[in-house]
């Protein structure tokens, strides 16, 4: 599991990747990608391309995220998400707070 | 500066050992000196020095031999030892390094080196020191940890398994690490006879999984048992835990509404995998989740909207956590829905289910799978089932017997109020009532829903012809419930003595156009049809029931005796 | 002669170490290297190479310490002779160290009398 972060030029985006498990293993790290950076982006992408498993931990941590975003006003884009990835965000219903892709 | 170090010199030759404790003595340590190995171990047991200078020949016992004797008896304390020898074959340090020795010291001594030598081996012995000093305090940290776990874990097992799990039509299977995985199974009987089920998973464990889980099963016995419907109880539950839990901490859940008198079931899953639902005739049908779990939305954005489906007797509801699905095999692949769909189509004797599941996932793996939740329901005759009491039929002081109330719904409370609580604790107050207070729970929770779905808001009991029809009529009635700006519902209750004991009078009327009396409207009963047995219902549990000749109004009484 | 029978750099710092107990080392060693004589003379009546390498070990320790450079490397002869066990050479090495020892013993005398 590794967690890199990327802004886009003009900062007003946040690209976090996340590869390998995303479970409760990756929890300071991903909290570390969004809190521990110097602009205040608007948008956020969780890059979820070369993630191979995703559990109920990391649907929290997506939640905590979309808290640190500004909640129900946050702009959080779930991006590259793969049959497995996407069959559990459809079972916990997250397209409801969510952009997913 | 500390206590001084004390050093252990073990030196055979008495020049040499007395050049090397004054050096030391010197340097300001307190030294011990031994002229064999035998005298070192003896001498290292006693005064558990902080250091050892090792000669390598020495009678008696050698250097080597000493040196293993002494880092034995010194445990998991580092005792640097530094070995006292000019080496002259690598045979010789492979022989020093084997028997515990941390460093050399050749030869004509150097006082430089040898205190660069102590001081670094204090060092070191400093950072083992503090090395098992945090040792300990994790180790103790977690020993608090675990028993906090512990602790947890009973309380969770206690609330995770209340209620009526024990029930006759109910039966489950929970390995203990799905449990401490923040799984929980509840079950409890309606004042009307029928029952809530709740499967709920947690996201995290242990402690944080019970502390959600408490208020949680709380709110899900204390409504049941007061007569709160699935939807009221979901709305509390969700927003409880929006209210008490951290985000990112929630609970996929599926909650079973069963109604035994009407042969009914209402669904709601929030995050959990698909439950089933196995038809006499071998047909799966599956109750997808379609909501988010409780605890992550506000309580204006919650929906609790279910699915409602005819059953059977005999007919069943499986449930399951998703450690059942994520189960893994040696080659990184989850047991799925595909496998277990195929247990659940080729189970032939019910009672054999979830040992077939259980080999089923034991094949998969290959050993004992750990992370099981699941639940069967199964819909029966109600009254095959021993219900526990009510708390108001436990009995107490003497309540009101000769009054009059009469209560009058309005649209707006309505379209998100249930009254049959306010109702019920009302009429359980009245002691003859107490032993009826599931048949009248029953008689009025079919007298509302007729007044308020055929009479409020028009619907035609006809639609419910078939399941898809069943889907669209509730699908409807929720719709029209969401709109509905005018029309009333209302309760006329009159208590009062009799010769024997008492009667109770309730009289319900609507705004609705009512029916023509005379027609058999709620007259059938037959097997198909869903829409009759409410009102057949009415009929077999009051004592006397009439309608009105508008078919607006309808009365029902029941009677008790004094010494009932 | 190629070496020194007496390293006087390493009696000086022996002195500053031991300050009143200078007298009492150089006694203490004069003693003790009687012994390693008499055990090496009996390791080679016994034949004995281990012995011989043992008490050779030992003694080239403390002429080391000493400052008693040419005794400390005639003893290491005897404890190579030893691990070898090849004491053919041995009788005239000890005869060697006991001639070294002669010598070493009557300049630590006399410089026991001049730091007494």
Known sequence: MAITANSSADGQELTIHVEGRFDFGAHQEFRDAYERIDSSPRRYVVDLKNTTYLDSSALGMLLLLRDHAGGDHAQVRLANCNGDVRKILAISNFEQLFQIA | MSEPLTILIAEDSPADRLLLSTILTREGYRVLTAANGQEAVMLFEQERPDLVLMDAMMPVMDGFEAARQIKQAAGQQLVPLIFLTSLTGSEELARCLEAGGDDFLAKPYNRLILQAKINAMARLRRLQATVLEQRDLIARHNEHLLNEQRVAKAVFDKVAHSGSLNAANVRYLQSPFALFNGDLLLAAFKPSGGMHVLLGDFTGHGLPAAIGAMPLAEVFYAMTAKGHSMAEILREMNAKLKRILPVGVFCCATMLNLSFQRRLVEVWNGGLPDGYLLRLDGELQSLPSRHLPLGILSANAFKDECEVFPLELGERIVLLSDGVLETGNQCDEMFGEQRFTEVLRSNRERGQLFEEIHQALTRFNGSVQDDVTLLEVSMVDGASLQRPLLDAERGGQRGPTDWRAQYEYRAQTLRHFNPLPQLMQMLMAVDGLRLKGGALYTVLAELYSNALEHGVMGLDSAMKQGASGFAQYYQERNRRLQELDEGFVCFSIDVSPTEQGGRLRLEVSDSGEGFKVGQPVQGSTGRNSLSGRGMALVRQLADHCAWSDDGKRVCVEFYWSCNA | ?116
């Open chain 3, 1 to 116: 002669m190629s070496e020194a029978h007496i390293d006087n750099q390493v009696l000086a710092s022996l002195r500053e170490v031991m300050e009143e107990e200078y007298p009492v080392l150089l006694d203490t060693f004069l003693v003790d290297s009687d012994e390693r004589l008499r055990l090496l003379r009996e390791a080679l009546l016994n034949a004995d190479a281990a012995a011989m390498r043992h008490a050779a070990h030992s003694f080239k320790g403390s002429c080391s310490n000493m400052g008693a450079p040419l005794l400390a490397s005639l003893c290491k002869q005897l404890e190579e002779a030893g691990r070898r066990e090849q004491l053919e050479q041995a009788p005239d090495l000890i005869e060697q160290v006991e001639r070294e020892f002669a010598i070493v013993r009557i300049l630590f005398k006399s410089e026991r009398q001049r730091h007494a």
